[in-house]
């Protein structure tokens, strides 16, 4: 299926006015904003409904999109007032919306109909199945997970007649999208609400060594622009919502110029911020250069060295200017700092700096006022003609027109208007956004007319052109229909009082069997024989799906499901909707249902409380605190892989002594959980549990036993958390 062929859209992340302006400025398609509540990045300045109707209007003027972001997941005591917050949105004319929560789909097409909307990078959309759900679902574009393949882009471009987004520069989460439960179950502030802790940007010991071991570097793919655009995608998007408006408009400015066929110097964009100097994740490798673990902050571009130190005075080998900002860096490590205070080789600093220090500036005092003063022009054609005693002048851009007429003007008794008079009036409209573009000036009478008579009309023809513009911009409508996939699939369905145990072992699952009524089996090597193991097991099983299926790794999970002994299947992400129409099927956890909207089998969130004794309540276990498509092990190893024969486990410590287990599972790609070694724990718990999961992963036999045996009797275990049940969900 085609798309028509459109221009690739350059989308800016707008988290206050300074940065929609400074991307609109700097060439920008698109921008994308979230309102001060309901959006993923709450600590953003955002927009209340007052300034989105300005920001529109400054938007519309220069042919740039607005979509709104609606990218959490929400209480059903919200939905009401986010149904009407995106009304009042539709209304004032909002491009498009970006949404995350499965939930509320039918309720807002019900009532909006004619609604774009674009589903978000946190509902973790990465593979052709996954996206066919988007489609059926009524989703006009998908905002792919930053782990998608290139390969998996192509097929859902010749597959689909989605448009396809993606992330091209800025902040990369080190989890799998929305299935980062980190700053959720430590602190209560949840990252699929909008309010992540950022906990992966804090330093760690892994393998006895302090450092940023899950802090990844910034997405840069501009070496991969063109591969992007032969692979279907049309929107190039720009994160940084939280960053400075210069930042934003370059880094809008590097990919207007690439798409352009232009070359672009990467030191610009280095120097208004850098972490890790780049990564370009997953596209068309394996390389996995993700973690940088030697800061996690901006480290700016290399200029130069420290030549000497006298006292507090640090002489360099690079000429700086007034404004500037450096850091001063020693094996990767930031060793000390300075704001420039005047031009030359010589500054102070704080820090312990040390000759042969490196020099790296991380502000370029001329480049920040060049980006934030740079402006962005609406042209326009003018035609003027003089006969009669009269002046008619007719400004145009494109099919938008107006006219005004100066009538009963005097015959020149000297002076007579001139070509030149009317052309140099109405070059002047640069403040106003409008740059002339063609002229064609017909005199056939000399007639006088004051220059203020002039220049009020060239202000008044400016402001009724700008309007007509503004007002011409109509956003598109989207016919696609709401089709309700979930009410299409056949449930598991169990008896009350049922005990779910997930394991990895076939041995542990047996000797265990006695004490639950169906095993949860998550193979951790795909490419074995997974269905021998499944036929060992001693009671009735249900197939746990990976939250991540990319590039071959579906031909080993489409092989297991294609056997008829598996009947029962749980899903963690939405491919598995289209990979399981004839299975029976039990949501898992990492889709994020937190409340009871869609009717389903489901076990409910770890990050919603459970209301309804129908679902499955994940009632103990080390739940998986984020899923990594890197590995971490080899960001461990100095980048080398290790040629694991078995997937491998390992733990890493924060500051506090709390010890996280690294998971490893295999498909075509080696993949890895960081389990909570904490665990949640509801056993004993008033969480209306009929129906109780077990996560056995992670324990040892004997441990499995006490679970086992305590959630038989409804008995507390010592230690662990109450997740949320015992704080409120932020």
């Not at 199945?129 to 998996?152: C, H, M, N, Y």
């Not at 937190?594 to 309540?617: L, M, Q």
């Not at 486990?649 to 709390?658: A, F, L, R, S, W």
Request: charged residues 25%.
């Amino acid at each position: 299926m085609q798309l028509s062929d459109k221009k690739t859209e350059v989308l800016a992340p707008a988290g206050n006015f300074e940065s929609l302006k400074c991307a609109v400025m700097n060439g920008a398609d698109a921008v994308y904003l979230g309102l001060t509540k309901f959006n993923a990045r709450a600590k953003a300045g955002n927009f209340t409904t007052e300034e989105l109707k300005k920001a529109l209007e400054f938007c519309r003027f220069y042919g740039v999109k607005v979509y709104v972001t609606f990218n959490t997941i929400y209480k059903q005591s919200e939905y009401d007032e986010v149904i009407a917050c995106m009304k009042e949105c539709c209304d004032i004319g909002v491009n498009a919306f970006i949404l995350q929560d499965f939930s509320l789909i039918s309720r807002i097409k019900s009532t909006m109909p004619d609604i774009v909307l674009h589903l978000s990078t946190q509902a973790a959309v990465h593979n052709l199945e996954g996206a066919l759900v988007a489609e059926k679902l009524g989703f006009t574009r998908i905002i792919l997970s930053r782990e998608a393949l290139l390969g998996d882009i192509e097929k859902i471009r010749q597959n689909t007649s989605l448009e396809i987004e993606v992330f091209v520069q800025g902040a990369l989460c080190v989890s799998f999208s929305g299935n980062c439960y980190f700053s959720s179950l430590v602190s209560g502030f949840s990252g699929n609400r909008g309010k992540c802790m950022q906990l992966c940007r804090k330093q760690y010991f892994y393998n006895g060594k302090k450092a940023y071991w899950l802090s990844p570097k910034d997405v840069c793919m501009q070496n991969k622009v063109n591969e992007l655009v032969r692979a279907g995608v049309c929107s190039f998007k720009i994160e940084g919502r939280m960053r400075r408006p210069e930042y934003v408009g370059e880094a809008v400015n590097c990919y207007k110029k690439i798409l352009a066929g232009e070359k672009y110097d990467i030191s610009r964009l280095k120097r208004m911020f850098n972490r890790g100097n780049y990564t370009e994740v997953y596209m068309g490798n394996d390389r996995e250069d993700v973690i940088f673990p030697y800061s996690q902050n901006h480290i700016g571009q290399v200029v130069g060295t420290v030549k000497s130190i006298n006292g507090k005075t640090a002489t360099l080998s690079c000429n700086l200017r007034k404004g500037d900002g450096v850091k001063f860096m020693r094996d990767n490590i930031e060793s000390g700092s300075a704001g420039i205070l005047s031009d030359g080789v010589k500054t102070g600093f704080t820090g312990k700096v040390l000759p042969g220090d490196r020099v790296c500036l991380t502000t370029d005092k001329k480049q920040c006022d060049e980006v934030l003063n740079k402006k962005r022009l609406v042209p326009f054609d003018l035609s003027v003609k003089i006969e009669n005693n009269c002046a008619e002048f007719i400004l145009s851009n494109g099919a938008r027109r107006v006219e005004m007429t100066a009538d009963n003007l005097a015959n020149a008794q000297s002076s007579p208007l001139s070509e030149e008079d009317i052309f140099s009036a109405f070059t002047k409209t640069e403040d106003v956004g409008f740059k002339l573009r063609g002229t064609k000036i017909e005199i056939n009478q000399a007639v006088f007319m004051p220059k203020s008579q002039l220049n009020q009309i060239r202000r008044m023809c400016c402001e009724r052109l700008k309007t007509k513009i503004v007002e011409s911009a109509i956003p598109e409508k989207n016919d696609r229909q709401y089709e309700n996939v979930f009410s299409q699939l056949t449930y598991f369905t169990s008896p009350e009082k049922c005990v779910i145990a997930r394991f990895d072992d076939v041995n542990m699952a047996n000797k265990t069997a006695k004490f639950y009524d169906f095993a949860a089996y998550s193979p951790r090597d795909w490419t074995k024989d997974v269905l021998a193991d499944l036929q060992s097991l001693k009671k009735p099983f249900l197939l746990v799906l990976p939250n991540v299926m990319r590039g071959r790794d579906a031909d080993f999970i489409k092989r297991v499901l294609s056997s008829d002994i598996v009947k029962n299947v749980i899903i963690n992400n939405v491919y598995g909707i289209t990979l399981c129409k004839n299975k029976k099927v039990l949501f898992g956890p990492m889709m994020n249902f937190i409340t009871d909207e869609i009717k389903c089998a489901k076990i409910t969130s770890v990050e919603g409380k459970n209301s309804n004794p129908e679902n499955f309540v994940y009632c103990y276990g080390k739940f998986p605190l984020m899923t990594f498509c890197h590995c971490p092990f080899k960001s461990g190893n100095g980048g080398k892989c290790m040629g694991c024969k078995t997937p491998p486990t390992g733990t890493i410590k924060d500051q506090y002594g709390n010890v996280f287990t690294l998971y490893s599972y295999r498909a075509e790609y080696c993949y890895c959980q960081m389990l909570n070694d904490n665990p949640i724990n509801l056993i004993g718990a008033d969480v209306k549990a009929q129906r109780k999961v077990v996560d056995l992963i992670g324990f040892d036999e004997q441990s499995c036993y006490n679970i086992l045996e305590s959630v038989r009797e409804n008995k507390k275990l010592p230690g662990g958390t109450l997740a949320f049940y015992n704080k409120k969900l932020e």
